[in-house]
């Protein structure tokens, strides 16, 4: 989320976040283009909903619909029901919202326009999907928006805001676009230091957070076309700490995106789960470390939800932050480059860094990556390094065929005409009249177009491998719904379950780190799991001599593994529907890597510092071992592959 307001307003906003994480005033548009340039392809609602058909899920880097075929998301952000006070001053004065737009915490526009024809301007720009913001606040919101907050669409006077919201997913959805829930704040407060709205656990714990979103997922299960939950906005600093990416503590963004991923996930199993990474950490002056990590973390601890088909990844990019630039002008402002700073060749390497890499395959990480949020201020004040930015950035999207949404797309003009917010794609006056980027005078419509009609790939998408990785580091790593719905299988020691799809095929030596694939996935028979705490099944001979082993039973192969510090203990084992062989081969990992050639997420590291061992594509892992003697310490040193045909 951006700001725009005027120069005396974002000094408030400043002083107002102790110039600590303060949010910076984007620099005005270019000048106006003489017209607008050729408007995108647009598609009737009808034409739309035609288009595709719901859920959707993922295939490798790509979102696909439920027929298999590729679903680029072509999205704006609809702000609103995130609320627009801006924290300070009379909340009932629209001079102390953002860009003095006072949404009564419902999207913007419904005083001024009705939703249909809202909609029909959401088709002329060309987008398939809505980001859809909200505030934890409004679940929770029983009084009824003002009569004025919605004069142009009479059928919602005396509802809630979350009624409201109600009818306008069912509006969109009904005129075929997809919905992705974004929860965006906590409190109804615009944005983006100091706010109380920094973590998901700023304001309300973090079960308060995942009741909330289970709440919505049950609320909109039976509409297909609600296809997503952006699970949290720009997560970052408070005043006094840090959210982090993997220590298992409640500042853990990684940990909490899968607690709340994986029971949404429970309660509503058709909906992509939607993780941005962190957003700011540190303190920005330039003597103190600080930065913006986004998803670089994912390189090295990736997330595993029970329904592997079902995660994205997203991003935030605009021109006035940068890497290490919070955005602020004047206090809380350093001197690092933001992105409009940077060389062509210097923006594609750092936005590639930051978000992109997601999208190789064969990786433990591969995911799609949504870009989230983006913009850039239209009509108004020449701005020649944001415009450059936007024209460069935008190149990146459309080389790297990627998805995205821009931020936002509902604006107002004021009584002379002039956009409030000249960031919005379209801006309504009080009486209606629309002001877009698709009518004349918006410099931003020829590259809007060129991003928008850019080529792409489309139709089927053929099914590919899956690696996922399972961390044991803290606590129990359960993502096999199978086994969650079991008694503990290994009680007392910390264990990992791959997804029901999936397999166990790699393990870090000493980090308790695991490695799943669906690659050449037997079938599974439904019952028969078994726990291996002994040598008991190890009868076709001794594949690792004067050293203790689990080895599953004939017919069945290692699904999740159970340790007690970082020292074997037990290994799962499940049954496969048909006869595998029993030939195999010792993979030695006790003095370095041993992970195949090719495939098996072989140019990622899933257990960083750690010697890692990994069955082939090919093959199942049947045992695991290791031994106390010579200080090993009972941590895994070898594992029995064998083929899986």
């Given at each position: 989320?951006?700001?725009?307001?005027?120069?005396?307003?974002?000094?408030?906003?400043?002083?107002?976040?102790?110039?600590?994480?303060?949010?910076?005033?984007?620099?005005?548009?270019?000048?106006?283009?003489?017209?607008?340039?050729?408007?995108?392809?647009?598609?009737?609602?009808?034409?739309?909903?035609?288009?595709?058909?719901?859920?959707?899920?993922?295939?490798?880097?790509?979102?696909?619909?439920?027929?298999?075929?590729?679903?680029?998301?072509?999205?704006?952000?609809?702000?609103?029901?995130?609320?627009?006070?801006?924290?300070?001053?009379?909340?009932?004065?629209?001079?102390?919202?953002?860009?003095?737009?006072?949404?009564?915490?419902?999207?913007?526009?419904l005083d001024r326009k009705p939703v249909g024809q809202i909609l029909a301007d959401f088709h002329a720009l060309g987008l398939n999907s809505v980001r859809l913001p909200f505030a934890n606040a409004l679940v929770h919101d029983t009084a009824t928006v003002p009569d004025a907050a919605v004069a142009a669409n009479p059928q919602l006077k005396g509802k809630t805001?979350?009624?409201?919201?109600?009818?306008?997913?069912?509006?969109?959805?009904?005129?075929?676009?997809?919905?992705?829930?974004?929860?965006?704040?906590?409190?109804?407060?615009?944005?983006?230091?100091?706010?109380?709205?920094?973590?998901?656990?700023?304001?309300?714990?973090?079960?308060?957070?995942?009741?909330?979103?289970?709440?919505?997922?049950?609320?909109?299960?039976?509409?297909?076309?609600?296809?997503?939950?952006?699970?949290?906005?720009?997560?970052?600093?408070?005043?006094?700490?840090?959210?982090?990416?993997?220590?298992?503590?409640?500042?853990?963004?990684?940990?909490?995106?899968?607690?709340?991923?994986?029971?949404?996930?429970?309660?509503?199993?058709?909906?992509?789960?939607?993780?941005?990474?962190?957003?700011?950490?540190?303190?920005?002056?330039?003597?103190?470390?600080?930065?913006?990590?986004?998803?670089?973390?994912?390189?090295?601890?990736?997330?595993?939800?029970?329904?592997?088909?079902?995660?994205?990844?997203?991003?935030?990019?605009?021109?006035?932050?940068?890497?290490?630039?919070?955005?602020?002008?004047?206090?809380?402002?350093?001197?690092?480059?933001?992105?409009?700073?940077?060389?062509?060749?210097?923006?594609?390497?750092?936005?590639?860094?930051?978000?992109?890499?997601?999208?190789?395959?064969?990786?433990?990480?591969?995911?799609?990556?949504?870009?989230?949020?983006?913009?850039?201020?239209?009509?108004?004040?020449?701005?020649?390094?944001?415009?450059?930015?936007?024209?460069?950035?935008?190149?990146?999207?459309?080389?790297?065929?990627?998805?995205?949404?821009?931020?936002?797309?509902?604006?107002?003009?004021?009584?002379?005409?002039?956009?409030?917010?000249?960031?919005?794609?379209?801006?309504?006056?009080?009486?209606?009249?629309?002001?877009?980027?698709?009518d004349p005078g918006d410099w931003r419509a020829t590259d809007w177009t060129k991003l928008v009609d850019a080529p792409a790939t489309t139709g089927r998408i053929a099914p590919a491998p899956r690696w996922n990785m399972l961390n044991l580091d803290y606590a129990d790593y359960d993502v096999s719904l199978t086994m969650l719905a079991k008694p503990d299988w290994?009680?007392?020691?910390?264990?990992?379950?791959?997804?029901?799809?999936?397999?166990?095929?790699?393990?870090?030596?000493?980090?308790?780190?695991?490695?799943?694939?669906?690659?050449?996935?037997?079938?599974?028979?439904?019952?028969?799991?078994?726990?291996?705490?002994?040598?008991?099944?190890?009868?076709?001979?001794?594949?690792?001599?004067?050293?203790?082993?689990?080895?599953?039973?004939?017919?069945?192969?290692?699904?999740?593994?159970?340790?007690?510090?970082?020292?074997?203990?037990?290994?799962?084992?499940?049954?496969?529907?048909?006869?595998?062989?029993?030939?195999?081969?010792?993979?030695?990992?006790?003095?370095?890597?041993?992970?195949?050639?090719?495939?098996?997420?072989?140019?990622?590291?899933?257990?960083?510092?750690?010697?890692?061992?990994?069955?082939?594509?090919?093959?199942?892992?049947?045992?695991?071992?290791?031994?106390?003697?010579?200080?090993?310490?009972?941590?895994?040193?070898?594992?029995?592959?064998?083929?899986?045909?």
């Open positions: 989320m951006r700001t725009a307001r005027s120069a005396p307003r974002a000094l408030r906003a400043l002083l107002a976040t102790a110039a600590l994480l303060a949010v910076a005033v984007p620099g005005a548009g270019a000048a106006p283009a003489p017209a607008a340039a050729s408007a995108p392809t647009v598609l009737t609602g009808e034409r739309l909903a035609a288009s595709w058909t719901a859920p959707l899920s993922t295939r490798g880097r790509y979102v696909v619909d439920a027929d298999g075929d590729r679903f680029k998301l072509k999205s704006g952000n609809w702000a609103g029901a995130q609320g627009t006070w801006e924290g300070s001053g009379d909340v009932a004065d629209p001079a102390n919202h953002q860009a003095d737009q006072k949404s009564y915490n419902i999207p913007l526009g805001p979350l009624q409201v919201l109600d009818a306008v997913i069912q509006e969109l959805t009904d005129d075929g676009f997809a919905v992705i829930l974004n929860n965006h704040t906590t409190s109804y407060r615009f944005c983006c230091g100091l706010d109380g709205n920094e973590r998901w656990n700023s304001g309300q714990s973090t079960r308060q957070w995942i009741d909330d979103w289970v709440f919505l997922a049950q609320r909109y299960r039976n509409n297909k076309r609600v296809v997503g939950a952006d699970l949290r906005n720009e997560v970052r600093r408070d005043t006094w700490n840090d959210s982090n990416w993997g220590w298992g503590d409640d500042h853990d963004l990684n940990k909490a995106l899968e607690e709340a991923g994986n029971e949404i996930l429970r309660a509503a199993p058709d909906l992509l789960i939607v993780m941005e990474g962190i957003n700011w950490q540190g303190i920005p002056t330039d003597l103190t470390p600080h930065g913006r990590p986004t998803l670089t973390p994912v390189a090295t601890l990736s997330n595993t939800l029970i329904r592997s088909g079902k995660l994205v990844y997203a991003a935030h990019f605009y021109a006035y932050t940068g890497p290490n630039h919070t955005g602020a002008t004047g206090m809380g402002e350093t001197h690092d480059p933001r992105y409009q700073d940077l060389t062509p060749e210097e923006l594609v390497k750092v936005v590639d860094d930051q978000a992109l890499f997601v999208t190789r395959s064969g990786q433990h990480f591969t995911a799609p990556v949504w870009i989230s949020e983006f913009g850039a201020a239209g009509r108004g004040e020449p701005n020649a390094k944001e415009r450059d930015w936007f024209r460069r950035f935008t190149d990146i999207l459309v080389t790297n065929d990627s998805d995205f949404a821009v931020w936002p797309v509902v604006g107002w003009t004021d009584a002379k005409g002039t956009p409030q917010d000249n960031w919005a794609m379209v801006n309504y006056s009080a009486d209606g009249t629309r002001l877009g980027v698709m290994s009680p007392g020691n910390r264990k990992g379950n791959c997804p029901d799809t999936q397999r166990l095929v790699g393990l870090g030596r000493g980090d308790s780190r695991g490695l799943c694939t669906d690659a050449g996935q037997p079938a599974k028979s439904a019952a028969g799991w078994t726990t291996v705490t002994d040598e008991r099944y190890v009868t076709n001979g001794d594949w690792a001599s004067g050293y203790n082993k689990l080895e599953c039973p004939r017919d069945t192969f290692a699904v999740g593994y159970g340790v007690r510090g970082n020292a074997m203990a037990a290994l799962l084992c499940a049954p496969a529907a048909a006869t595998l062989p029993a030939t195999g081969r010792t993979v030695w990992f006790d003095r370095g890597d041993n992970r195949p050639a090719t495939g098996g997420s072989n140019a990622s590291d899933w257990a960083p510092g750690f010697y890692k061992g990994q069955c082939a594509d090919g093959e199942y892992l049947a045992g695991v071992a290791f031994t106390w003697k010579w200080q090993h310490g009972g941590v895994p040193d070898a594992l029995l592959c064998r083929p899986l045909a």
